[in-house]
């Protein structure tokens, strides 16, 4: 394992997520159909509050429920560093897949799978075993007093070594020195690599199963509280996780077999569809089974849900025609039973973007972490 302290006066500028490039490079060539756009008020969709038409606009930060936002959108000012506010340490380390007996060793993937012509809801993937380093990049609020349990938000999809995130970085300072969350811990967690089924993201993300929250609890989160000499809360409501497109089914997925362990969930794009392999009986729909049969059937469970889904969001992108491979839709269904069943949520349709949310993103991601932090003490204004 490795160390590296990433000096702040080095790192002034947001992430390539939340910032503009003035000379963005030509788009790679995708001979995969475009997704088509999907309209708010189609068959199957909840009954949304329109907000659309006014750009930065969204909904109240206190609301629950559906709203429609776009199709221009403004990048929030929480990304800006602030004179005057206190800024807090990013810093980063790594983990080796050997160091760890849950998800090690890794796999990976060729080529992509077939259909199981016995099983069409899932794929045969040829696979083999790998190595793998993951980067962890920490961010410690100013305001972290040594020796208290800080809350935190793990996130997933986490950058690499030498590319720490500091748009979030920069909007959890100013979101902290505004009393709008509090003082907690950031911890970006990247993948193990690749994508979906027969790759390690794949395993680690679309598992429907406690096993990714139970690699973090013991693997990642000591060496952060070692590395930093940081005290984590174990308080279920002090703990959030977030992610996009399979690092948001991930987040769910943490959560919902472990609310022991997480309560607060934030997702954009998130893959609530057939993703998961390989297959199992229990959930054989994968994350399509939260709306189809795991949130209607169970008693609720004590978390607190931010979704987030783009009109041209992905539609059927592999060869697997099951039905369950709609993003939009999966989304609208989740909304529609996470109402029915009284669960605290807040969903956007965010209009004229696609998958992983463009610009919608730099504007909501601020408004979704106080959404998210409702209810848990603040830090007490000085």
């Not at 990247?190 to 096993?211: C, I, P, V």
């Not at 989160?221 to 497109?245: C, H, I, Q, W």
């Not at 783009?310 to 709609?326: E, I, Q, S, T």
Request: glycine residues 10%.
């Amino acid at each position: 394992m490795t160390k590296r302290t990433i000096l702040m006066g080095m790192l002034a500028l947001s992430s390539a997520a939340f910032s503009a490039d003035a000379n963005p490079p030509a788009p790679k060539k995708d001979d995969r159909p475009q997704p088509p756009t999907r309209s708010f008020d189609a068959p199957g969709s909840p009954p949304f509050t329109r907000l659309d038409g006014k750009p930065g606009v969204n909904p109240p930060a206190d609301a629950d429920g559906d709203f429609v936002i776009g199709p221009e959108y403004q990048q929030a000012p929480e990304f800006k560093v602030v004179a005057g506010v206190p800024q807090g340490k990013v810093q980063q380390f790594t983990i080796s897949s050997k160091d760890g007996t849950l998800f090690n060793p890794g796999i990976a993937r060729d080529v992509f799978g077939t259909v199981d012509p016995s099983n069409p809801k899932t794929l045969i993937v040829q696979t083999h075993q790998i190595d793998y380093t993951r980067t962890i990049t920490v961010y410690i609020p100013a305001q972290y007093v040594a020796g208290t349990a800080a809350p935190f938000i793990v996130t997933h999809d986490g950058p690499q070594m030498g590319h720490p995130d500091m748009g979030l970085a920069h909007a959890l300072d100013n979101l902290i020195a505004q009393h709008r969350v509090p003082a907690m811990v950031a911890i970006m967690i990247s993948n193990g690599g690749g994508d979906a089924q027969g790759h390690e993201r794949g395993r680690e993300y679309d598992t429907m199963s406690g096993l990714y929250a139970e690699y973090i609890e013991t693997t990642v989160l000591p060496k952060v509280e070692k590395n930093y000499d940081l005290k984590l809360t174990k308080d279920p409501e002090g703990r959030a996780t977030m992610g996009t497109s399979s690092g948001g089914s991930a987040a769910l997925i943490m959560a919902w077999y472990h609310p022991d362990l997480y309560h607060r969930v934030l997702t954009f794009s998130g893959t609530f569809v057939n993703q998961q392999w390989p297959f199992n009986p229990e959930t054989p729909d994968g994350a399509w089974d939260f709306h189809a049969k795991l949130i209607p059937e169970s008693e609720p469970k004590p978390i607190r849900l931010f979704m987030a889904v783009g009109d041209h969001d992905l539609l059927n992108p592999n060869v697997m025609r099951d039905g369950m491979h709609d993003w939009v839709a999966a989304n609208n269904r989740m909304a529609m039973v996470l109402k029915a069943k009284g669960y605290h949520y807040q969903y956007l349709f965010c209009l004229n973007v696609g998958h992983g949310l463009g610009p919608a993103r730099g504007q909501i991601l601020p408004h979704a972490l106080e959404w998210l932090w409702k209810g848990y003490p603040l830090t007490p204004a000085p």
